[in-house]
């Protein structure tokens, strides 16, 4: 693309300070260390948030796919990575 002059679009990232630490969470990136820490606590959240009323809006949702589907898609933005990252790596009740 770059010798018919187009440019490359970056990749979606999105970054989130723990511990004076930057964490960079980039889109379809598994490689964390702590992914599978970040993947339970996602999992475990969707419930929680259900309980507390929560109900997910799927309207603007692109993927062409089931509403179950569209739910999980939602779940697992790089943004929500980025904040089942700080629930897990700091104090209940730290702002993040």
Known sequence: MTE?????????HTSIEVN???????????????MIEICAELKRLPG???NAGY????KFELHDVEEEEKVFHSC???????IAFGL?????????
């Open 4 to 12: 018919k002059g187009k440019r490359c679009k970056e990749p979606g």
């Open 76 to 82: 697992y933005h790089i943004e929500k990575l980025a």
């Open 20 to 34: 004076d630490e930057v964490h960079t969470f980039i889109v379809d990136d598994q490689d964390h260390p702590q």
């Open 88 to 96: 897990i790596n700091t104090a209940p009740g730290t702002p993040l």
């Open 48 to 50: 929680l948030m259900h």
């Open 55 to 58: 109900v997910p809006y799927t």
